[in-house]
């Protein structure tokens, strides 16, 4: 079915401190895994995307992971900052007739100073 | 470079009336995409436009649908509007069928009383 499941619902750390962000996705065909950070009164906003053929993607303080087999992937942020302090969405694609992004339920992530 | 556009910001509308909410996708971008984001809940998928055709559809009834301009600019039209129909509507873009690297719009707030 189409289903992606992320947790946890919220996370705070301090600043400095390293966050993870988890997402499970139900098809096996799923091939493309973006991540995108909502900041309040704004539009999501893609922060980094990983594909199916790669395990392992970094930007800055910024990677991601991909586990196929376990069809789980996640969001790793280092040396957090208080600007950091979002709502973050994983999503993937299904691949039924049409292909289309299906979100998680995001993640509000809060960077205390 | 312009991002994507969406109006209005917010839109205030009675039970049973009809909203239209716009969306201009960034330049060079064909396929354009609709979500609902209920108040604490993730992007829901709504609606897909490429070369100004339907692609594709989410589980929403048919009164939400919409249209695709020739300049590829988009269209949002909800009738009869019930009171679980407040929601952010977002609009994202992207090159021509590709479900990666969606760019958002800022969203439309609709509030139905």
């Known amino acids: 079915g189409e289903n992606v499941e992320q947790h946890p619902s919220t996370l705070s750390v301090q600043e400095g401190d390293s966050a993870v962000i988890k997402c499970t996705y139900s098809?096996?065909?799923?091939?493309?895994f973006p991540w995108y950070k909502q900041e309040l009164g704004k539009g999501p906003q893609l922060i980094i995307d990983?594909?199916?053929?790669?395990g392992e993607k970094k930007d800055q303080r910024i990677a991601v992971t991909l586990n196929k087999t376990a069809k789980h992937f996640s969001l790793h942020i280092t040396e957090t900052q208080p600007e950091d302090s979002a709502v973050y969405f994983c999503?993937?694609?299904?691949?039924?007739?049409?292909?289309?992004?299906?979100f998680g339920t995001g993640t509000r992530l809060l960077v205390s100073p | 470079e312009a991002g994507v556009t969406q109006s209005p910001t917010h839109l205030i509308k009675t039970r049973g009336q009809q909203a239209t909410l716009r969306c201009s996708p960034i330049?060079?971008?064909?396929?354009v995409y609709w979500y609902q984001q209920a108040l604490g809940l993730g992007l829901q998928f709504l609606l897909w436009?490429?070369?100004?055709?339907?692609?594709n559809r989410g589980n929403f009834p048919p009164r939400f649908s919409g249209r695709q301009f020739p300049n590829y600019s988009s269209e949002l039209n909800v009738n009869a509007l019930e009171l679980e129909d407040s929601a952010l509507y977002l609009c994202?873009?992207?090159?021509?069928?590709?479900?990666?690297?969606?760019?958002f719009g800022p969203g439309t707030r609709l509030t139905v009383l």
């Open positions: 994202a873009s992207s090159l021509a069928g590709a479900l990666n690297e969606q760019f």
């Open positions: 098809d096996s065909a799923s091939n493309y």
């Open positions: 990983i594909r199916s053929n790669v």
């Open positions: 999503a993937a694609t299904l691949n039924t007739g049409f292909q289309k992004l299906v």
């Open positions: 330049s060079g971008h064909t396929s």
């Open positions: 436009y490429d070369e100004g055709e339907e692609r």
